[in-house]
């Protein structure tokens, strides 16, 4: 999220790329999208889906120190639970590495936390409105005095603080052990699930990913591209699949290419005439 400069962590060579200092702060300011590249129906993103993930190699030091102030990572999201206020992180960040090397997507549901594991996933729920919201957490911050989470743009409108820029909050972490169901009890639209591989600001880079994985996966594929005020962005997304067993088999090949960052995606099909 706001990304900080490069920073050694105590004596090991591990970075945290997170909520940007004060000063940087001051030197760009971050906003909200203009009206017009705003998707249309952004208060409809699907919640992040929780699926077991490893932890990543980046982002997850034992501890690390940024603005004279030291964190500690958790080991563990289990039984995590904190009130407090949330703020948001939009277009100054859009495009650019989180902490753990995945591009920031403000239209996508995911966030950043100080201490809990990347990735973790937890609801996130307006304790004045009672909105709540599921997102994954891909990037360390906010460091600003108070705050206990970073939203993405897209998880702030959801939960209608992306006018006043923070809200009073609960965050609770969520077991993804228990199997998540791809069509939800009594829905009557068909939702297509995609495995979501990676997200690009060249369409070259994003071509190159796709020939990679069509050379030893071949699925049913797709490149996707969005023009906002960040500029283009092209994400890399596989399938629909049928069942998470399709998609974790999927991700586990993915794996055996060195492709190991993967999310869902869902979104609902287009009912025919």
């Known amino acids: 999220m706001k990304s900080i400069s490069t920073i050694p962590v105590f004596s090991i060579l591990l970075t945290i790329v997170g909520c940007s200092t004060d000063s940087e702060h001051l030197q ?3 906003g909200a999208p203009q009206a017009a590249s ?4 952004i208060a409809a993103i699907p919640d992040a889906v929780p699926r077991l993930e490893p932890r990543t190699r980046a982002g997850n030091p034992p501890s690390y120190r940024i603005n004279g102030k030291s964190y500690t990572t958790l080991t ?3 039984n995590y639970k904190q009130r407090g206020i949330a ?3 939009g277009t100054k960040f859009h495009g650019r590495k989180t902490a753990n090397g995945e591009t920031y997507d403000m239209y ?3 966030a950043a936390h100080k201490t809990l594991p990347i990735p973790s996933y937890v609801r996130v729920t307006n ?4 909105r709540s919201v599921i997102v994954r957490i891909n990037d360390r911050g906010p460091f600003h005095a108070g705050r206990i989470i970073d939203l993405s743009y897209a998880a702030a409108v959801k939960l209608g603080i992306q006018q006043t820029g923070t809200g009073y909050v609960e965050v609770q972490a969520l077991d993804p052990k228990p199997q998540a169901r791809l069509q939800p009890a009594g829905s009557e639209d068909k939702l297509l699930v995609y495995l979501q591989v990676g997200t690009f600001s060249n369409p070259f880079n994003a071509r190159e990913m796709l020939d990679r994985i069509n050379a030893r996966v071949q699925p049913q594929s797709r490149i996707l591209s969005e023009t906002g005020q960040g500029g283009a962005l092209y994400r890399v997304q596989l399938g629909p699949v049928d069942s998470l067993a399709e998609a974790r088999r999927m991700a586990r090949q993915l794996t055996e290419i060195g492709i190991a960052e993967t999310r869902f995606v869902v979104q609902k099909a287009a009912h025919e005439n």
Do not use: C, F, G, V
């Open 76 to 78: 563990s999201s289990k």
């Open 127 to 130: 304790l004045r409105n009672k």
């Open 38 to 41: 705003i998707p249309a129906n």
């Open 87 to 89: 703020s948001w992180y």
């Open 108 to 110: 996508a549901m995911t």
């Open 28 to 30: 760009i300011r971050d």
